[in-house]
């Protein structure tokens, strides 16, 4: 941006801060490089004690003693949260179909030793789905349960202007009260915006297949019709998938059963809507390129979710699929269609592959850009084998510890179910703080 116009833009956007010396500003920027971020996470070790374990036990009893299944919610869950010293949560707004809006919270934390999760509250919000309002509604839960804001470790969202706003957002309000929260954006909902991204070509061949199915779904007598016809055709399935933006693994699944119908779905509209049946055939291979993409969207969206999910696991999908994405694009210009069968059966030309290729190109600095914080987030081999790289501890406390860790013999033998149950070890947070 040019110096004169940055200063205009300072001038009517900033107006309150610029007669503010050099000093003020230094000040603002030592602020926020010392606030905390995903990558800080494993570049020092945690002076805190974590004792978040002493719930493990209090949850288990207290389910026993109800008789209950496990889901019976907070009745159980809360009294071990209050003795909790850090957990997670999770809060995402959605409207209903009544246009009531719904505010969902979920809660993880440590239990048995596991990594658990579970729905902490649903409450509707009565009046605005504002960023002070969502902030209100979980300082009021907290309060009437008797927990302390300054437990949450860390806060999930959906990066919507109402949760991320700077000054009026729910993080910054929450930052307010506990200025040590981690804020992270879902990762999911990352590659959901993502996976959205199509240029004018393939989001034309998206909207055709998308009309098709309202056709079809949207009216009774069509998907009677269309029911008869699949079965009299010997399909292996009958109906079409309606596709709903909250439910972000339906767009892949519509796509696939769509596909796999075709010939049906062609053959159905021939009278009832002629045009909308050419502009299919002739997009066909887009079609088929869309199916086969968003079926490697769908196996990424399902690595990220289960209890057992940490950001390590996280990084090493995102890491991989940013990588896979620039091989497909390679496969492609070559024309070699391994992960991409339904597109090698049907007929293109080169300018098809070049329109391919240069959108997975856009997917994969799209990915790069929204997952940075992940992609760059530095993991010490420590945590991953502590007993053959104690040397690489970054200071002479931790070093010694990890000397400590590696010749006890009582915690080393959990170490072959894997890193994630080594450390959760109660003893662990215990004998060895740092």
Not at 6 to 13: C, E
Not at 322 to 329: F, I, P, R, W
Not at 373 to 393: G, Q
Request: hydrophobic share 35%; with cysteine.
């Amino acid at each position: 941006m040019k110096p004169s116009r940055l200063q205009d833009h300072f001038n009517k956007i900033h107006p309150d801060k610029k007669d503010k010396d050099v000093t003020y500003y230094q000040d603002m920027k030592k602020k926020y490089e010392i606030q905390p971020t995903i990558s800080k996470l494993f570049s020092s070790a945690s002076k805190q004690d974590d004792d978040g374990l002493r719930a493990s036990y209090n949850i288990s009893l207290l389910i026993a003693k109800s008789g209950k299944p496990h889901t019976i919610g907070e009745d159980l869950i809360l009294p071990a949260i209050k003795e909790t010293c850090q957990f997670s949560i999770q809060l995402d707004e959605s409207t209903l179909p009544t246009n009531k809006a719904l505010l969902l919270s979920y809660v993880r934390f440590i239990k048995d030793e596991k990594i658990c999760q579970e729905l902490l509250f649903a409450t509707n919000l009565e009046t605005d789905t504002k960023g002070e309002t969502i902030f209100n509604t979980l300082e009021k839960f907290c309060a009437e349960k008797e927990i302390p804001l300054n437990n949450i470790l860390s806060i999930a969202t959906d990066g919507a202007p109402a949760m991320t706003g700077r000054h009026k957002g729910l993080i910054a309000c929450l930052k307010n009260k506990d200025p040590d929260v981690l804020a992270v954006h879902c990762v999911i909902h990352r590659q959901h915006l993502v996976a959205k991204t199509l240029n004018e070509r393939l989001h034309i061949s998206l909207q055709y297949i998308i009309r098709s199915v309202n056709k079809i779904r949207s009216n009774s007598l069509n998907d009677r019709l269309f029911n008869q016809l699949c079965i009299a055709n010997d399909e292996d399935v009958n109906r079409l998938l309606l596709h709903t933006e909250v439910r972000w693994l339906s767009k892949g699944t519509c796509l696939a059963r769509f596909y796999n119908l075709f010939g049906s779905v062609i053959e159905f509209l021939e009278n009832k809507d002629p045009e909308l049946r050419d502009n299919l055939i002739s997009s066909k291979k887009d079609i088929a390129y869309l199916t086969d993409l968003y079926k490697l969207f769908n196996d990424v969206n399902l690595q990220l979710q289960g209890d057992d999910l940490n950001l390590i696991k996280t990084k090493n999908s995102i890491a991989a699929f940013v990588s896979k994405l620039l091989l497909y694009k390679r496969n492609i210009s070559r024309r070699e269609f391994n992960n991409f069968p339904n597109l090698s059966r049907v007929s293109f030309n080169n300018d098809d592959l070049l329109v391919y290729c240069q959108h997975l190109e856009n997917l994969h600095r799209d990915f790069k850009e929204r997952f940075q914080d992940v992609l760059n987030m530095d993991i010490p081999d420590w945590v991953l084998d502590p007993f053959s790289n104690v040397n690489t501890a970054g200071s002479s406390q931790l070093e010694e510890e990890l000397i400590e860790l590696t010749t006890n013999e009582e915690l080393k033998i959990k170490f072959k179910n894997g890193y994630q149950e080594f450390w959760l070890q109660k003893p662990i947070s215990q004998l060895y703080p740092g």
